[in-house]
């Protein structure tokens, strides 16, 4: 890869009893269970050796708690910035999917599809997407070239802010699937506010 290019890494957090409950997080505070821990271990001795320069988390606390393993394996200081945090689901934070799926039907569909729109009161992939970018380009820029970036986000706002990155509009966000805990994409950039390229997405970090 040449010496040039930028590299960002978008990590997803740990799991947390909310993922495994397969319970709506938004924007709540939900901290990470025994698994997720160890995923979050794991992931950061594999990022540590990249030698990323910079290391940005949402404030969240289950990404709080990712990043400080990677804070501690890569001797990094974490910048926790609000416009990293998974989408603002409103009413629907909280439920499971099974309530949802009882309660709003035809909206669930659509949301277990990707579509988070149809919430009620909720932030649009739009918005996620344009705070993202911003979060991500001012991280960008605080490396130089040929140095590795990593922000700790959510799967929904991880998986939303790539088509952005990418230059698709943002309804192209169904082509990727989301990532699994502690998986994390990577993209490259000649400049800060230049166009990126994939070149990883999902890789994850088997644990026993």
């Not at 499971?96 to 009161?121: I, L, S």
Request: glycine letters at 8%; a negative charge.
């Amino acid at each position: 890869m040449s010496a040039a290019l930028r590299r960002l890494v978008l990590l997803r957090h740990g799991r947390t009893p909310w993922n495994a409950a397969h319970r709506v997080q938004g924007q709540l505070d939900v901290e990470l269970d025994d698994t997720g821990h160890t995923q979050a271990a794991a992931a950061a001795v594999r990022l540590a050796a990249l030698k990323p320069a910079a290391l940005w988390s949402s404030d969240s606390a289950r990404a709080r708690q990712t990043a400080a393993y990677v804070a501690k394996e890569a001797g990094l200081e974490p910048t926790y910035d609000a416009r990293l945090r998974e989408y603002f689901l409103a009413g629907r934070q909280g439920i499971t999917h099974a309530e949802y799926a009882e309660q709003h039907p035809e909206e669930f569909a659509a949301f277990r599809q990707g579509d988070f729109d149809v919430v009620p009161g909720g932030e649009k992939a739009a918005e996620v997407a344009t705070r993202m970018v911003a979060a991500v380009r001012e991280l960008l820029a605080s490396v130089a070239p040929g140095e590795v970036a990593v922000a700790v986000s959510h799967g929904a706002a991880i998986r939303d802010a790539i088509p952005a990155l990418l230059g698709w509009p943002v309804a192209e966000r169904a082509a990727l699937h989301g990532l699994e805990n502690c998986g994390w994409a990577e993209l490259t950039a000649a400049e800060p506010q230049g166009p990126l390229r994939l070149t990883a997405y999902n890789r994850v970090t088997p644990i026993s």
